[in-house]
DNA sequence: CTTATTCTGTAGTGAATGCTACAGGAAGAG
DNA sequence: CTCTTCCTGTAGCATTCACTACAGAATAAG
């Protein structure tokens, strides 16, 4: 479903893919549309649980990088499977499906509230650290998502290594200039 | 088909919206494959135009803001059409479609050297601004269709007027930390 | 006018779509 | 063993899918 979109990717396609029969599908799931949500729920909390273990090992100074790190490892040449699903089901579902919007509202909001304690650990010394952590971590996850997206289209055009410690210097300038336009 | 993906758009829709009939689709096109290729290629082209357009009327320093300026402005509560439907078609039909892996390529190699330009504009006072300018391209183009995905899933966390002016600061940081760590 | 070309309406192809009905097997509980 | 709950296999539903064949309308060219 990742690969080929929720439209594109018929029942029979996911019985012979994952071995559990057609007619068990939907002993377990109402619909195509709540088999999707369930996935979309894993894909999400496999993020998440990423994200939590990282936390663990990482000082808040070098978490976002450690989280960029993470998120890296995960991909060959393909973007993690899980992104994809997010983005095709974001785009494709989103705007007919209210379930899945609510699912990745949820994601979405876990999500932020991890990354804003990474930034903040990587705004030390700026004013007010934590709250433009706060404001600035949708940025942050869209920006990382963009890149992760251009990365996968086309390989050469980005370098996920160093955009992994960039990240985090962009986002500081960001931060510096919303604090007040003035440099030390 | 930005709205509901490639498979999830049938030659009958396509004809009903458009008004043009079925049959006469087959006359035009090849396949439902050779008419996404088409549609893809004329909304590339829309962006280059739109791009080139701002090109003739800001200076270079204030290009990059224009150009987001610009986008924006075609921007309601939807991504642009045209955006959601290259990252549909993208997630979609790229890792299965050459014919649309090329179209994608040849876009993107356009807007890489249009954006290159502006951001040097960005990069004034640097060394070798313009190197670094190309370099971060493919980036900065990442970064704001991240940013505009984001902004359509959620437009509350993310504000894009700010974002405007923000990243061109954020990539100038970004320039700035690849001529060498130190600041003056 | 005639002729040639471009497009459309009708009808239908076989295959695949999501989903259902339901009988019966598998497995655990007592 | 029986009984109950859980799952699966078979068959089939109506609908839609991309696509084709083809006769003839519309349009343009001479």
Redesign the pocket.
């Known amino acids: 479903m990742a690969e080929r979109g929720f439209a594109g ?5 996911i019985s012979k893919a994952s071995g ?5 599908i ?2 377990f799931f109402d ?3 709540d088999l999707a949500a369930a996935v979309l729920e894993r894909a999400m909390d496999r993020w998440v649980a990423m994200l939590e273990e990282v936390k663990g090992d990482a000082a808040p100074q070098k978490r976002l990088g450690a989280f960029m790190r993470r998120a890296l490892a995960e991909i060959g040449d393909r973007l993690p499977l899980f992104l994809r699903l997010e983005m095709i089901l974001a785009l494709e579902r989103g705007p007919h499906d209210a379930a899945i919007r609510e699912r990745l509202q949820r994601g979405r909001d876990t999500g932020r509230d991890l990354l804003a304690q990474a930034l903040a650990g990587a705004f030390e010394g700026i004013d007010d650290a934590d709250r433009l952590a706060k404001e600035l971590a949708p940025l942050a996850i869209a920006m990382a998502q963009g890149v992760m997206l251009g990365h996968e289209l086309d390989p050469d055009g980005i370098d996920l290594d160093r955009f992994t410690e960039e990240l985090a210097i962009g986002l500081r300038a960001i931060a510096e200039h919303r604090v007040g336009g003035k440099d030390p």
């Open positions: 990717t018929g029942i029979a396609a559990l029969p057609a007619s068990s939907y002993w619909s195509k549309d």
